[in-house]
Each structure stands twice: as structure tokens, then as C-alpha cells.
């Protein structure tokens, strides 16, 4: 067996307030991955930085840098611009949905969070991530065989 098949996708969890932190990171025992978490931006973008996860959950309203800048800022860098971010957001206005849009985000939760519907988005994005990054070693793989000489 491979050490890609054994190795569990990571979910990376961001939220300033520890008790949505620690219920999210308990709905997600259910699911068969590995859990980090962050207690702010900047912790989060070091995180991302340094290893990066499968997937962000990451909370909107949040002191220092906010979600919306959190999620520019994975998007925008082209090594983590291919990681799924799920928005967790109390907000509901028309205007947050669109700049949480705007920022790049790839799907959105309101809170208080249902667990089914942040288990199956999770589970949806978790395999999405998985069948993209097969894509891309499928690709690169294609693009070594064709530099190959035929003989």
C-alpha cells in the first residue's frame, strides 16, 4: 500500500472563538481525517504556509485579519490556490455572500452550523480536492512520458 493511500486529508479549522473551534472539531470525529486548528488568521497563513492542509474551514469575523483577507491571501498565492476554503459565517447579508464570493471562496456555511450539512460539504470538498490532485500527478505524469524520446 502507498503511503498516499494511508495518509488521512487534512482539515484545517479556523475560529477566534474556541467553543465554535472545538464543536466544528467535534462534528468532524465523524469523518476519517486529520484535524488542525487556529485561533486566527495569521496563525492560519503560517499553518497553510508551512503544511499545507486539504481543505480550510475557516470563520469570517475574526480580529486582526479577517476571513475574507484569509481566503485572498490562500487564493491568491499560486502554491495554495488550489486548497478548498469553506466560509463558517454568522453573517447572511447579500453583501458578506459576495465578498465571501469576491475573496474566493469555494462554498460557505452559516452558523450556527448544522453538523450533516458541514459533514457532507466536507466530505463533497475532501474528494474534490482528491480527484484535482490526482488529476494534476495524471498530468504531469503525461507530460514526462510525452518528453521521453520514441525510439
Given at each position: 500500500?502507498?503511503n498516499?493511500?494511508?495518509?488521512?486529508?487534512?482539515v484545517?479549522?479556523?475560529?477566534?472563538?474556541?467553543?465554535?473551534?472545538?464543536?466544528?472539531?467535534?462534528y468532524?470525529?465523524?469523518?476519517?481525517?486529520?484535524?488542525?486548528?487556529?485561533?486566527?488568521?495569521?496563525?492560519?497563513?503560517?499553518?497553510?504556509?508551512?503544511d499545507?492542509?486539504?481543505l480550510?474551514?475557516?470563520?469570517?469575523?475574526?480580529?486582526?485579519i479577517?476571513?475574507?483577507?484569509?481566503?485572498?491571501?490562500?487564493?491568491?498565492n499560486?502554491?495554495?490556490?488550489?486548497?478548498?476554503?469553506?466560509?463558517v459565517?454568522?453573517?447572511?447579508?447579500?453583501?458578506d455572500?459576495?465578498?465571501?464570493?469576491n475573496?474566493?471562496t469555494?462554498?460557505?456555511?452559516?452558523?450556527?452550523?448544522?453538523?450533516?450539512?458541514?459533514?457532507?460539504?466536507?466530505?463533497?470538498?475532501?474528494?474534490?480536492?482528491?480527484?484535482t490532485?490526482?488529476?494534476?500527478?495524471?498530468?504531469?505524469?503525461?507530460?514526462?512520458?510525452?518528453?521521453?524520446?520514441?525510439?
Amino acid at each position: 500500500m502507498s503511503n498516499e493511500e494511508v495518509q488521512k486529508p487534512k482539515v484545517l479549522v479556523v475560529d477566534d472563538n474556541l467553543q465554535n473551534l472545538e464543536l466544528i472539531l467535534a462534528y468532524l470525529e465523524d469523518i476519517d481525517c486529520e484535524t488542525l486548528s487556529a485561533e486566527g488568521g495569521q496563525e492560519a497563513l503560517e499553518m497553510i504556509k508551512n503544511d499545507p492542509p486539504d481543505l480550510v474551514l475557516l470563520d469570517v469575523m475574526m480580529p486582526k485579519i479577517s476571513g475574507f483577507e484569509v481566503c485572498k491571501r490562500i487564493k491568491n498565492n499560486p502554491e495554495t490556490a488550489e486548497i478548498p476554503v469553506i466560509m463558517v459565517t454568522a453573517l447572511s447579508e447579500m453583501g458578506d455572500i459576495e465578498r465571501a464570493i469576491n475573496s474566493g471562496t469555494d462554498d460557505f456555511l452559516s452558523k450556527p452550523v448544522n453538523k450533516w450539512e458541514l459533514l457532507t460539504r466536507v466530505k463533497t470538498m475532501l474528494k474534490l480536492k482528491h480527484l484535482t490532485d490526482q488529476l494534476e500527478r495524471t498530468l504531469v505524469y503525461l507530460s514526462e512520458i510525452e518528453q521521453i524520446p520514441r525510439q
